[in-house]
């Protein structure tokens, strides 16, 4: 069996996508999109590992603009904060990660 580098990082930077429901009660987290501020409202988190970096970096959106997890990162990789199969496997090929 051959390693593919390029797939593991592909592999490692999909899976390190993280969305869940909060409800922050001490802190003002301000949506992406409507660019208001909640605390004590349901609202959704995603966080993921950066692609240069390897540090996690969080994103948050109201419960008014996205009535599900999957439209919340649909819009976040449709707005390019968020990265797709598709712009990971162009930036490998810029990186010549796996060539």
């Known amino acids: 069996m051959k390693r593919d580098p390029k797939e593991r990082f592909i592999k490692i930077h999909m899976d390190s996508i993280t969305v869940k429901k909060i409800k922050p009660l001490l ?24 692609d240069f970096w ?29 990265y797709t199969e598709e712009s990971l496997k162009k930036l490998c090929k810029e990186r010549s990660i796996g060539e």
């Open 27 to 50: 802190f003002w987290h301000k949506c992406e999109k409507c660019k208001k501020e909640f605390v004590r409202e349901p609202i959704y988190s995603c966080s993921y590992l950066d």
């Open 54 to 82: 390897e540090h996690y970096y969080e994103y948050h959106g109201c419960s008014h603009c996205f009535q599900d997890k999957n439209e919340f990162v649909t819009w976040l990789q449709d707005t390019g904060r968020l």
